[in-house]
């Protein structure tokens, strides 16, 4: 019988094989004709590309010396390299298969051989010239990244020597340079004040409303923000009075917050009334620059004024970070805040100039001016003394700096005066504006990282008032609140790299293309040897497989409770099952985070080897282990709550795992015991079926009491016991003739063998109450000893002589368990000595 169905199972396949024959015969035309049409896809795609590659080229040779137009340029560039390299993979993945088929085929058979069916052969034939046409296209598509590789270098070499000439150009700075930037500047200012009163003017008498509606939509955006920001983070801004002396990390955290949160409400602030006016149609031509940079300067010097008053805290000692005095601290105050007005008024009105197209010389003289002003504020730097005094350290008078910073300020102000009267004017204004722009971001990130770096120090948070409030509104350990403070402490660091990066990126000549153009780079295009790696696409996978794992985890806990829960299932049957369904959905979610990264499924087959190579090795019982426990789990010898027994472990079962069942014993100890000693080990199981279960009590009494009796009052106890099931109903076994007894067993069972314990307690006490009332005597062990004065002294032949004493008339019991007799000593006469 088995023979003929499994002959019938071969003629079915084969007859299916036959019939699927000339689908799978058109299935593979029609992948040709797929195949073919990616091709023509791939060729239009690329002639696209290469159209917009000639317009790149000739775009960047007419806008060599505009930065602006080259940055552009470049991220254009870089959008066709993506789109060039989006069509390589297309096509390469299709030429993979073609070749993979054609090894499967074969080649044609030699001159001689038998012919082949057509059909293959014209298969051969398609997927060869479809070969061909792949590689044509890949061939060109080689020559456009060749192509967009030299833009690339082109643009790049441009842009480095407009930098570099714009920093190292010398303007001759003399009386008539400067007499010409007067005029300009005298005639420019009333082009300035007609157009800003022609604009306002006609925007308050012609289009009041949508000005009132874009400040009030700013506002409100701006309140929106703040009321957010200090919802969230308050208690990071809290600078409370009660503490003289804050804790550094309380200092450090309303430092940061401090300067971020109000410097991103006035970025919001300010983006917002230029998108309203911009979007109800306010700005001019000539007066929409100018709105940007007093828009853009303003946040600037916002944000260099408040970092710096966060450092300094001229008015709050104990908030200060730093370790200078009072007046150090003001002098240092009013010294930074000079250097970002003379920047924010050399770039202010470089703007204006911009706008209004006035003459060169005029952006030349200002930044000249502001060149000067700059280095005298570092040389009167030099000359103060902030730092304290040992006798009175905040109020006394200060003491100076140590030479190095002296002279490197001196050194920096003297730079830029010297570099400014050289006709190096752009160099004095780019160093004088970075020292104040770079060097608040690096403060700025400096704080940061040394506030990430104090949250997360082990129980840091536990000692802020942030902490404490947060441990009490979600009820927190200690253990989970040190873990939040470093994850706290991470996230810190990742939001300064985050913020602060392209922002001094920005500050140095880059653009926001460059910015993301690299951004894209190091997390989508990490290449190590022929291996591809995309950051990007591991970050989506691992939060796709916690959000998975989340899911999977909430699902389970759904039908447990609702489904399992009303199934009236067993305990042990509802946790087998939701073993198996929490590991399906780890498996799931790790299957699909995987897929997400962006790893191929089918590249795992090397580590497969290697790990079935470990598990032949040095992983066997790890596998032993997990396959018993998937054993257990399907089989159930014994599941959560069962009363087991095994070797020298007895206890309730608490968990089953893949790996090792978790036995609690009565003592309250947990012991884990590998699966695989459960399953090739006897194993007692005292709740296997059912929990029913039968308890004994052994008694025993006196030789002078009635058996009877004793059966009869035990068997009153067993049946009175509330405990004790009436079928089977109790009984009572004469167990024997003990040594000291008469032994009983009084045998009860019970409808949950776990109340034993308690059951024999109770019979016990009911025993003895009931024996002393009816005056049953419950003896201990003991025997009759006959002993011989005359050997005990052979044994003893000096024994002193003692007065003779009373004779011994009544039997001395002795008690079983004593090491050795008690000597009773006869009177004399040799009469034996009976002791009992």
């Not at 000339?22 to 049409?37: I, K, T």
């Not at 299709?94 to 085929?105: F, M, T």
């Not at 840091?460 to 404490?468: L, N, S, V």
Request: glycine share 8%; net charge neutral; with cysteine.
């Amino acid at each position: 019988m088995k023979k003929i169905l499994i002959s019938c199972f071969v003629s079915l396949f084969f007859a299916l094989g036959v019939l699927a024959a000339p689908a799978l015969a058109q299935n593979g035309a029609d992948a040709s004709s797929d195949g073919a049409s990616i091709a023509e896809s791939g060729d239009r795609q690329l002639k696209a590309v290469a159209d917009q590659l000639s317009d790149l080229a000739a775009k960047i040779a007419e806008n060599k010396e505009n930065e602006s137009e080259l940055a552009a340029a470049r991220a254009s560039i870089e959008q066709q390299t993506q789109q060039i390299a989006s069509v390589k993979n297309s096509l390469q993945s299709r030429l993979n298969v073609i070749n993979d088929r054609l090894k499967a085929i074969g080649d044609a058979p030699a001159e001689g051989s038998a012919p082949e069916d057509s059909i293959i052969t014209r298969e051969r034939t398609s997927l060869q010239s479809e070969s061909a046409a792949i590689n044509s296209v890949l061939g060109r598509a080689e020559d456009l990244t060749s192509t967009a590789a030299r833009l690339n270098s082109e643009v790049s070499n441009a842009r480095q020597s407009l930098f570099t000439s714009t920093l190292f150009k010398r303007t001759t700075i003399d009386t008539s340079a400067l007499d010409e930037a007067r005029e300009a500047y005298s005639s420019q200012s009333n082009t300035l004040v007609n157009a800003v009163s022609t604009w306002l003017s006609f925007t308050w008498n012609f289009r009041r409303l949508p000005l009132l509606g874009a400040i009030f939509f700013s506002c409100l955006t701006a309140l929106i923000f703040v009321a957010f920001g200090y919802r969230v983070f308050g208690p990071f801004l809290d600078r409370s009075q009660t503490d003289e002396v804050p804790f550094y990390i309380t200092r450090l955290s309303v430092a940061f917050w401090s300067t971020v949160l109000p410097s991103a409400s006035t970025a919001a602030f300010a983006a917002s009334i230029y998108f309203f006016m911009d979007t109800f149609g306010l700005l001019r031509f000539d007066i929409e620059p100018i709105v940007a940079v007093i828009l853009r300067l303003l946040v600037v010097l916002f944000f260099v004024v408040t970092v710096t008053r966060a450092v300094l805290e001229p008015t709050r000692a104990s908030w200060r970070l730093v370790t200078v005095s009072n007046r150090g601290a003001w002098s240092l105050f009013f010294c930074a805040l000079a250097l970002a007005l003379i920047n924010a008024g050399d770039y202010l009105m470089a703007g204006i100039y911009s706008a209004l197209g006035a003459p060169l010389v005029l952006t030349i003289a200002n930044s000249f001016l502001a060149s000067l002003l700059a280095g005298l504020v570092f040389i009167f730097m030099a000359f103060i003394k902030p730092l304290p005094n040992t006798e009175d350290p905040l109020f006394g008078k200060g003491t100076a700096w140590p030479p190095s910073i002296r002279w490197l300020l001196v050194a920096t102000g003297l730079a830029l005066i010297v570099a400014a009267l050289s006709g190096y004017v752009g160099l004095a204004r780019f160093v004088s504006s970075q020292i104040v722009l770079t060097g608040a971001l690096l403060v700025t990130m400096w704080i940061g990282f040394v506030s990430g770096k104090a949250v997360s120090q082990r129980d840091a948070i536990a000692d802020t008032d942030f902490g404490k409030r947060l441990q009490v509104r979600f009820k927190l350990s200690d253990v989970a609140l040190d873990q939040l403070g470093l994850a706290f402490g991470l996230g810190i660091y990742f939001l300064v790299l985050l913020l602060g990066i392209p922002l001094i990126m920005l500050q140095w000549g880059f653009y926001a293309q460059d910015i993301w153009i690299y951004a894209q780079a190091i997390t989508s295009n990490i290449q190590i040897g022929s291996i591809q790696i995309s950051l990007v696409s591991i970050l989506v996978g691992i939060l796709i497989f916690l959000v998975g794992l989340y899911f999977s985890k909430w699902l389970l806990r759904w039908v447990d409770n609702n489904v399992l829960a009303r199934s009236n299932m067993d305990a042990g049957v509802r946790n087998s099952v939701s073993t198996g369904l929490s590991y399906v959905g780890a498996g799931v979610a790790l299957l699909i985070g995987v897929s997400a990264a962006g790893i191929n499924l089918s590249n795992l087959a090397l580590v497969a080897g290697a790990l079935s190579l470990g598990i032949g090795f040095g992983l066997q019982n790890i596998v032993s282990n997990f396959v018993s426990g998937l054993i257990l789990l399907v089989e159930r010898p014994f599941k959560v709550g069962d009363w087991v027994v095994t070797g020298t472990t007895e206890g309730i079962v608490k968990h089953i795992s893949v790996r090792a069942t978790e036995i609690e014993t009565f003592q309250n100890q947990s012991i884990i015991v590998p699966n695989s000693e459960l399953i090739n080990a006897s194993l007692g199981n005292w709740t296997h079926r059912n929990k029913l279960g039968r308890t004994d009590v052994a008694v025993g009494v006196s030789y002078d009491s009635d058996p009877e009796r004793i059966i009869e009052i035990l068997l009153e106890i067993g049946r009175a016991h509330p405990k004790a099931l009436k079928n089977p109903e109790p009984s009572v076994e004469f167990a024997g003739f003990g040594d000291s007894s008469l032994d009983f067993t009084l045998r009860i069972h019970l409808a949950n063998v776990l109340d034993g314990f308690n059951a024999r307690n109770d019979l016990r006490l009911a025993v003895f109450k009931r024996f002393k009332e009816e005056g049953i005597e419950i003896p201990f062990p003991q025997r009759d000893i006959n002993v011989r004065v005359e050997e005990l002294e052979k044994l003893q032949p000096v024994a002193p002589k003692k007065k003779p004493g009373p004779k011994l008339k009544n039997p001395a019991r002795v008690p079983d368990n004593m090491g050795g007799l008690d000597e009773h000593e006869g009177d004399g006469d040799g009469d034996d000595g009976d002791a009992r």
